[in-house]
């Protein structure tokens, strides 16, 4: 055999592996359904977080515009038990991963309507350490990671605005004390604030728009 008879056999081979190779990776997946998400999150979430997203309850939080990636992690984490809430890992637990991403898509299709705060002096309280931490203390400041309209960072950071103050109240608190587990940095940080800091940081994010 001549050397470029195996010359063409080697690139041959080189080509076969390659395309076995391209074959083998993973599928991208499909994109969201919002109309499925709209149809799974009226027969379960309705009931709790209003039938747009935007909770009439202070106790259930708002989730109109909520990044998708935000309630996917949610909901795998309640699904796996990594958040625990009794309702919720109920809920999670017979939902596929297209299911979470079609339920996501739906309620970051809606707009989530502002809040008010209710307190002034509480909310310019809040308002100096979401904008500015404590440095003092090590606190950094909330609208570097979530923004500073509340906004946050897609696939990173949560939307907080205009989030009803008695559910960030609870979450804050949850972290504080080592309930909420499924994020060590607001774990860090929450351990360090004190209950007024923590109600006043929540009605100022209450009419953050």
């Known amino acids: ?5 195996r010359l063409l056999i080697t690139l041959g081979t080189f080509a076969s592996i390659s395309l076995a190779l391209a074959n083998d990776k993973p599928a991208a997946p499909a ?5 499925k998400g709209g149809a799974l999150y009226a027969a379960v979430c309705t009931s709790c977080h209003g039938a747009d997203g935007n909770s ?8 109109a515009q909520q990044h998708p990636e935000y309630i996917v992690k949610q909901l795998t984490e309640y699904k796996s038990g990594k958040r625990a809430n009794a309702i ?8 596929s991963d297209v ?12 707009s989530a309507k502002p809040g ?14 979401y904008r500015g931490g404590i440095a003092d203390r090590q606190i950094p400041a909330c609208s570097g990671c979530h923004s500073p309209n509340g906004a946050g960072i897609p696939s990173q950071y949560p939307r907080l605005s205009g989030q009803h103050a008695e559910y960030t109240v609870s979450q804050l608190t949850q972290f504080r004390d080592g ?3 499924n994020s060590l940095q607001m774990g860090q940080v929450a351990a360090k604030l004190n209950d007024k800091e923590i109600k006043a940081l929540a009605d100022y994010i209450a009419g953050l728009n």
């Open 1 to 5: 055999m001549t050397f470029f008879a």
């Open 116 to 129: 008010f705060a209710k307190d002034k002096e509480l909310a310019t309280l809040g308002e100096k350490i």
């Open 56 to 63: 009439g309850a202070p106790t259930f939080p708002k989730l």
């Open 88 to 95: 919720m890992m109920g809920f999670a637990a017979g939902l």
């Open 31 to 35: 994109k969201a359904d919002t109309a």
């Open 99 to 110: 299911d979470m991403r079609n339920i996501a898509a739906y309620v970051a299709s809606n």
């Open 179 to 181: 309930i909420r587990l």
